[in-house]
Structure formats: C-alpha cells, structure tokens
C-alpha cells in the first residue's frame, strides 16, 4: 500500500499542477467544459480498467492459474487474454470514432441547441418561429446563424427579425427587456427589473416610438438611419435583427432567477428571384462551439481508451506477480505529458483557446501509448512479455469475459455517477468543467488511500481465501476499513470546513474568477461527504472478487446508479435556479456511494465483524475528524487577509490552514485513543 500510495502521491501532485495550468489557461469556459466532457469518456475507462474491473476478473483467475499449474501456463493464458482485448478494442475504436458525434448527443445533450431549423427551405416565402429556452443557472443566451459560406449567413442574418424577446422568472412572471439611452444617445438593454443585459451581435432594426406632448401620435423608426426622438417620445417595443456575422449573444446578470427565455423569430420574405443559400437558426444555453468540440477532441482522444485498456491488462499481470511499482507509476506519464503540452503552450504563447484545447487532447493520446509501452516492457522485464497473436475463445477466456461484465460496472459504479452526473450538468454552463475541477481535488485521498487499498487488497484476499484462511481475509478487510476511516474522515472535514480556500489556492486565476471558486468550492463539498464511502467501496468489493463474484456488486452498483440517478435529477432542478444545480450532483453522487456501501456490507453476511471496540474507534474518529473540521474553519477565519491576498499569501494560508490540521488530528485520535503509534505500524508493517 505505501508502493502504491506514495507513487499515486506524486501522480496526484502532477495531476494538481497540469490541472492548475488548466484551470488559469481555460477556466471554466466553453472550450475547458468540451476538454472535460471530452476527457471524461477514456478517463473513465482508465478507472474503470486499471483501478478495478478488469483485475476484479483478471487477476483472481490469474493468480489461481500461476498457483495451481505454475507460471509459464499461466502467461499463455494471460497472452490469449491480451490477444483477444487488441482485437476487441481495435474494432471497437474503428466503430466509435465515426460514430462520436451520435455519441456525445448522448454524453452531453445540454451542449445542443433548443431551436434548430433549416432556413434553405423557406426560399423566398415569410416564415414564423417561437422558442422556449429553460435557462435555470444559465449564464448566456446564443443565437446563431450557420451555414456553407459567409455570403449564406449575411443572406439569412438580414432576414431574421426578434419581434419578441421576454424571460419569465422563477415566480412565473414575465420579465421584459427594455431599451433606453446612454449618454451619448447609444441604445442600452436592461431587464424590466431595471439589470442591465449585456448583449453582442444584435442589431435594432425597428423602433416603436410612443407619441410626443405636442401630437401624442405613435410612430415607428428605423433606427439605422437618422432620426431624432421628440419632446416626450418613448421606446415602447424594439425589433432586433443579426449581425452579418451570424452570432448574437445575450449575458445574462450574475445570480439571477429566471426560468425561461422566449422568442419569437420572424423570417422577412427575400425579393423576387433571389438566389435560395442554405443556413440553419440554432438558439443555444452553452457557447455553440461546445458541441463540435467536445466531438472533436473526443476524436483524438479516443485511442487512449484502446491504450490504457491493454495497459490494465498489464497491470493485472505485475500486480499478480506484487510489482505493485509500475502499475502505480504509469499515471505519473499522463501527467507530465499534459504538464509538458502546457508548458509548450506558454512558450509558443498561444492564446486562443481552441489550440490549448487540441494540444491537451494530443497530449492525452501520446500519453496513453506511452503508458502501455512502459507496462509491456515492465511486463517483458518480468519474463512475461505479452505477445499479440489469433484469441482462442477457449472457456476460460469466455468465463474472464463473463466474470468482467459484471465487474465493469461494480467496480465503476463512481465512474457511472460522474458520466450521469455530466450528463445533467450539460444543461448548466461551466457545470461540467465546475465539477471536474472539484473532483480532482476529492480524487487524492480517494487514489491515495481507496484505489491503493483496492489494488493490494484483491490479490491478498484472493490468496488466503484460495487457501483457506477465511479469518485471516476478514481480518484484512477490516484492518483496510479502520486505515480508510482513520485517513478519510479527517480529509473529508478538512473539504467541507474549507471547501473555498482548497480551491482558490490552487486554482484561482484571471480565468478562474471568484465566482469559479465559490462554486467549484460548494461541488467539492459536496463531493466530499461521500469520500469515505469511495473509498470503502474500494475495501469491500475485493470481498466478493476475490471469490469470482461479480454479479452481487453489479446488482448493488445498479441499485446506486438508480438512486444516483433520481438524486440528481431532483437535487439539480431544486438548486438549479440558483446557480448551484451542479452542487446537487456531488451530493447525489455522495449518496450514491453510501448507498451501495450499506448493500455491499449487508451482502457480506457477517463476513467481517466489527467489535463493539472498533465501533468505539470508528466514533472516536468522527470526533476526531468533527473537532479538526471546527479547527481549520477558524484557522480560515483567522487568516482571510492572507487568503484574499496575493498567490503566494494564498497558498502560506493555506500550508499553515491544513497543517494546524494535521497535527490537531493527529493529537485527537491518540489522545481519545482512536488509535495509538504501535497500531499504526502495524498497520504499514510487512505481514
């Protein structure tokens, strides 16, 4: 575990720093919301594959294979394995990759647009559209104009007309957007609530004027051309039209609690003759480049997904054989690629970014062939090179197949909740990139301590329960949950007590503004009422692995998606009007996990058993973690100058904030005797 924990450590500082960069170079914009949603897909695998599935099936009958007929009949079987996942995931990438537009509809449906109709078919008739845009924690309104050339938009852009645009509020009330006069005689848009909105690529075509003191008669005025407003005359309505650009863009205020925007577009008919050019009008709630990118990148990084796969395979082969280093380290590669791509970035100077975005998902493709290079040679190094050839589909290669189904989705059940997670924040713009960031920083107790628990746990439980030591394995499982407690429920008070100063230490920048950091800061809160639960999922499952049972975690792993799910959808549609609709997933992914913690023990039927003393521990450890929460809170309040101040005073805060906590921590559990220092050495000493 300290092999495994230590190297994920220094992964885990990597991953800090590249995703640091990120945040500054992208924060939490259209193209970083494309990067995560985009990264999400072989990231996810990467977890799913190399953190516990694929060695939740491979590795037990491995192992049994080396310990029953040796260890050259054991490679063949493993060499049949490698051979058959190539050819599978070669065809299965050939298929996606053509195919990723259709699957990043279902990925992130919130990137595509609320209106979309082909304009190339109206011809030279006048025609009417309405749309209704549910813009609940939306921060911008686009409307757009596509199509084949410029000449085609500028067509359509001067023919559209917005006889009506209106927001209804939470309340259900209509709220209009006026417009008055600058200074300098220059139109201003406002909410009839008197917030100004900020908007780009309108262009007033009609004014309605309401009548003067002298004749009090109506009038309407183009306001293109010159006019004059008379003594008492008001703007009562305004029709907008395009831009020849195609684009226009509607701000919405900060915090604000509307509902709905709603328009009414009116296409003008074209004069006689006039050549018929084909374009489509998209009304959007996220940037309409999201979409398209996200496809994009998803593109390029799809290969890693086929890498690291094979890399898992690999990595099931060390662990098996307890070269626990590799596996462990070949993260690290992933990380100083992409720190290495930013860091190109900077010195090529490039601020556009759509170029940060596509260097970053090269990036992730390289990393990922280097990663299954560095096993395979580890691997050869080990005398067990896995040499590619024809799959015989053999009944053992069928019962790995089966025993992995299973698997993938119990040992990914996190990995599930963050993809239906994503899939909902797609209506909530910077929700997804918000997320990712805040689950970064829950992701390094959880790799340090869950995933290193995990790794070592299934090969030593297998091992004794192959041997018939029973006792021994609870004995394992329990002394995991005591080390996961013991780390995790301090780690969590720390994220939730000072949720915004984590964040803006690390990530805060002219990109990642205050209110990034306010919200990603309540999203790792979120998540982090869960974290001991990840991690004791981690501990649990190698209970039934270890004995070729999958289908139990599978069915408790659908049962917590199905109350992820309905979490979710009612938790974001609740805080949604606020803003924080994403909050509402991190807190339904931490039910989630504590859901499929209860069905994982109650599964286990008295296996491992809990004394009324560990009880004792495990509450004298919440206390522990409670009192130290309490301590870094007031230590944050102490020192705000420091954490409103300059970066280096930021992170001086914050070094102090969270070592005060350690050593606070550190003196409760001895003091209230949750643990002492001879248990912890025994905890780390070699069995």
């Known amino acids: 575990m300290m092999t495994v924990s230590g190297l994920t ?4 500082i990597l991953g800090f720093l590249r995703d640091v960069l990120i945040a500054r170079l992208l924060g939490t914009g259209p193209v970083a919301d494309a990067f995560v949603a985009a990264f999400r897909f072989p990231n996810m695998f990467r977890r799913i594959f190399g953190e516990g599935a694929y060695n939740a099936a491979f590795v037990p009958m491995f192992g049994r294979k080396v310990e029953e007929v040796g260890t050259a009949e054991a490679v063949k079987f493993a060499r049949n394995t490698y051979s058959a996942l190539l050819w599978g995931l070669g065809i299965l990438t050939l298929i996606a990759i053509p195919c990723m537009h259709w699957l990043m509809m279902v990925a992130v449906p919130g990137f595509l647009p609320k209106l979309d109709k082909e304009l190339g078919v109206i011809g030279a008739e006048r025609a ?17 104009v596509t199509g084949k050339s410029d000449p085609a938009v500028g067509h359509w852009s001067e023919r559209i007309l917005l006889e009506e645009m209106r927001f209804i509020d939470h309340a259900g009330v209509e709220v209009p957007i006026l417009v008055s006069f600058d200074s300098e005689f220059q139109p201003v848009m406002s909410l009839g609530t008197g917030e100004e909105l900020k908007s780009t690529g309108f262009m007033r075509t009609r004014m309605f004027l309401s009548g003067d003191k002298q004749s009090g008669v109506a009038r309407d005025v183009d306001p293109r051309e010159r006019y004059r407003l008379n003594d008492g005359e008001e703007v009562v ?55 398209d990118l996200t496809v994009v990148l998803s593109r390029i990084m799809f290969c890693y997904l086929f890498f690291m796969a094979l890399a898992a395979h690999l990595s099931g082969v060390l662990n098996t054989f307890k070269k626990f280093a590799m596996p462990a380290a070949a993260p690290i590669i992933l990380n100083i690629v992409l720190v290495s791509a930013l860091g190109y970035v900077w010195v090529m100077r490039w601020d556009g970014d759509l170029q940060i975005g596509k260097t970053l998902a090269w ?30 589909w053999n009944p053992e290669l069928k019962k790995l197949l089966f025993l992995m189904g299973p698997g993938v989705i119990a040992a990914g059940i996190q990995q599930v909740n963050l993809i239906v997670g994503g899939i909902i924040a797609s209506f909530q713009q910077g929700a997804i990139s918000t997320l990712y960031y805040a689950d970064r920083v829950n992701q390094l107790p959880l790799g340090m301590i869950g995933i290193a628990l995990g ?30 407690m013991l780390l995790t429920l301090p780690a969590a008070a720390a994220m939730i007590a000072i949720h915004e100063p984590l964040i803006s230490g690390l990530f805060e920048g002219n ?32 209970a039934y692995f270890a004995r070729e049972n999958t289908k139990g975690p599978m069915r408790m792993a659908g049962v917590a998606v199905a109350v992820n799910i309905l979490c979710s959808l009612l938790l974001f ?57 309490a301590v870094v809170w007031g230590a944050s309040k102490l ?47 070699k069995k």
């Open 511 to 542: 990109k990642f503004d205050a209110e990034a950091v306010r919200k990603t800061g309540w999203a790792l809160a979120g998540f982090a009422l869960g974290l001991p639960g990840y991690v004791l999922i981690k501990v649990l499952q190698p």
């Open 363 to 392: 990036g992730v493709a390289v990393a990922g062939f280097l990663q299954f290079v560095a096993l395979w040679l580890a691997c050869a190094h080990a005398k067990a090179p896995m040499i590619a050839g024809k799959p015989s």
């Open 128 to 144: 009417f559209y309405e749309t209704v845009v549910d813009i609940r924690g939306a921060k911008e309104v686009f409307i757009q």
């Open 237 to 291: 309505a305004v029709t907008h039209g395009i831009t020849s650009g195609g684009l226009a863009r509607l701000v919405l205020p900060t915090d604000h609690r509307l509902d709905e925007f709603r328009a009414r577009f009116v296409i003008k008919r074209a004069g006689k003759g006039a050549e018929v050019r084909r374009a489509t009008l998209r009304v959007y709630r996220n940037h309409p480049a999201s979409f």
């Open 639 to 685: 020192l705000i100058p420091w954490l409103d101040g300059e970066i280096w005073q930021k992170n001086s805060a914050l070094v102090l904030i969270v070592g005060t906590g350690i050593t606070v921590y550190a003196i409760l559990v001895i003091v209230l005797r949750a643990t002492s220092v001879t248990e912890i050495k025994a905890s780390f000493g």
């Open 9 to 12: 450590l220094v992964s885990r």
């Open 573 to 629: 549609n609740l805080m949604r009007p606020s803003g924080y609709g994403h909050v509402g997933i991190a807190i339904a992914t931490a039910v989630s996990a504590w859901v499929n913690v209860l069905l994982l023990w109650r599964g286990l039927h008295g296996f491992v058993r809990i004394s009324s003393e560990d009880w004792k521990k495990f509450t004298r450890m919440l206390l522990a973690s409670a009192a130290m929460g």
């Open 455 to 484: 790794v070592v746990l299934l090969p030593e439980v297998t091992r004794r329960i192959r041997s018939g030591r029973e006792r021994e394995a609870a004995d394992s499982i329990l002394k995991g949950i005591e080390l996961a």
